[in-house]
């Protein structure tokens, strides 16, 4: 088993036993408690599982990781994904582009098109599109977290509701087995869904480590979009839902 498959079978165990020490993982695995622990580190860093004495556990499903540390991870990851969506946005047309890191990358992988308008609650994603003299960048109003320069609150709902525009492009914290889209913000989750209300298509953007994740907003479902462009094939749950509802799956 490499290394990949094996970090992917720990959080699937983690997810099934809530805790795996050292030594179980040790047994499980055939491998040199020295080989679990550089494997545990990875989790970690990538936000996928949680270091705690001994071994591993769940991710909080309350807190998110820091700003500063998802804009690094997955970054090679995140810019394929970017470059795919990007190729299914066509030249003048009007989007919605909501707060995330993988967003923030989608923004500059736009930056080759001609004439889009753009509205965000994303000052990252503003910042990024502003010096493109033939695109249109309106920004959402309302309360600016410090953390990342997300925009959220019911003025910048009731601002999404002014517009329908041709693509709603969103990312997301975690996607649970049975279809949700969870987040942990439950301001943010409320602006995004007024971003799939008002988008007459949804692309959703996740990497692959987004599949192993359990936050504690409902933001949605998979039955909402009409594409998910990730880097790595889903979970089998996962793409038997996409089947089900008939969403495009983009593998990056």
Do not use: W
């Not at 860093?45 to 998802?70: C, D, F, K, L, P």
């Not at 409320?190 to 990497?207: E, G, K, M, P, T």
């Amino acid at each position: 088993m490499n290394q990949q498959y094996r970090q992917d079978a720990i959080v699937e165990l983690v997810r099934q036993h809530g805790y795996m020490s050292i030594e179980q993982l040790t047994d499980h695995f055939a491998v040199t408690p020295q080989t679990i622990r550089r494997d545990l580190n990875t989790l970690a860093n990538e936000g996928r599982a949680r270091r705690v004495h001994g071994g591993v556990g769940i991710e909080s499903s309350t807190v998110n990781t820091a700003y500063s540390t998802r804009k690094t991870l997955h970054l090679e990851e995140k810019e394929r994904i970017a470059h795919c969506l990007a190729q299914h946005i066509p030249n003048h047309a009007s989007l919605f582009i909501n707060i995330g890191t993988s967003n923030e990358v989608i923004a500059q992988a736009l930056l080759e098109h001609q004439g889009l308008e753009i509205i965000t609650n994303n000052l990252n994603v503003a910042a990024i599109l502003q010096h493109k003299e033939d695109f249109n960048v309106i920004i959402a109003g309302g309360q600016v977290r410090s953390r990342d320069g997300g925009i959220i609150g019911e003025a910048t709902i009731d601002f999404i509701n002014q517009f329908k525009v041709d693509y709603g492009i969103i990312g997301i914290s975690g996607i649970d087995e049975d279809g949700s889209l969870l987040e942990f913000d439950y301001q943010e989750a409320r602006v995004a869904q007024a971003i799939i209300a008002n988008s007459r298509r949804v692309y959703l953007a996740a990497d692959y480590s987004k599949f192993h994740r359990n936050p504690v907003v409902r933001q949605g479902n998979l039955s909402q979009l009409d594409a998910l462009f990730t880097d790595r094939k889903p979970p089998e749950a996962i793409r038997q839902l996409l089947s089900q509802y008939e969403v495009m799956l983009h593998v990056a």
